[in-house]
T-cell receptor, first 115, second 112 residues
């Protein structure tokens, strides 16, 4: 059974500071996603990481993937209040070559950015 | 505009009732999925469908049923057998071979 674990689960940051959210997964995977969720809202896709060593950046967020370590990171640079949200990583497992695109999610990291 | 539409946005169910959540997509996607989200938790897969007239159980299918009679529609019925149905339900779709999955806006179901 694929397990996806994020840490930390709660993150309180000051504006202007940097921090990293970690996502570990337990088995081989086709691809890894990062999503953002605002309270009461649906998921917003941030990044899709498809290969070992993949790095993607959008604004103050940068995501990377190490498939050998089964680890992805979401790095936040110079945080601003607008980044306050819950961030999820999700993994598509590789099972006999057929994953059907099923996503297994981490627990989510609740990020709060303070002035 | 192409997208996924879930309705209703809010739904209240009495004990012992069955309710059906709607999910419609006009993206011509082959695959559709239903996820459940409980407060402070990640999403868990209920059911998924790769093609019309075929669907598979996910990790928490007990107490739920689905149908896939049309490519664009994948309704979820929460039956009275689901003992704790209060949650946020999200529908998603994806085209076969694509990496990206698209999510609807969700339905918040509350048992009263």
């Amino acid at each position: 059974e694929l397990k996806v674990e994020q840490n930390p689960l709660f993150l309180s940051m000051q504006e202007g500071k940097n921090y990293t959210i970690y996502c570990n997964y337990s088995t081989t995977s086709d691809r890894l996603y990062w999503y953002r969720q605002d309270p009461g809202k649906s998921l917003e896709s941030l990044f899709v990481l498809l290969s070992n060593g993949a790095v993607k950046q959008e604004g103050r967020l940068m995501a990377s993937l190490d498939t050998k370590a089964r680890l992805s990171t979401l790095h936040i640079t110079a945080a601003v209040h607008d980044l306050s949200a819950t961030y999820f990583c999700a993994v598509v497992p590789t099972a006999g070559g057929t994953s059907y695109g099923k996503l297994t999610f981490g627990q989510g990291t609740i990020l709060t950015v303070h002035p | 505009d192409g997208g996924i539409t879930q309705s209703p946005k809010y739904l209240f169910r009495k004990e012992g009732q069955n309710v059906t959540l709607s999910c419609e997509q006009n993206l011509n996607h082959d695959a559709m999925y239903w996820y459940r989200q409980d407060p402070g938790q990640g999403l868990r897969l209920i059911y998924y469908s790769q093609i019309v007239n075929d669907f598979q159980k996910g990790d928490i299918a007990e107490g739920y049923s689905v149908s896939r009679e049309k490519k664009e529609s994948f309704p979820l019925t929460v039956t009275s057998a689901q003992k704790n149905p209060t949650a946020f339900y999200l529908c998603a779709s994806r085209n076969r071979g694509d990496t990206e999955a698209f999510f609807g806006q969700g339905t918040r179901l509350t048992v009263v």
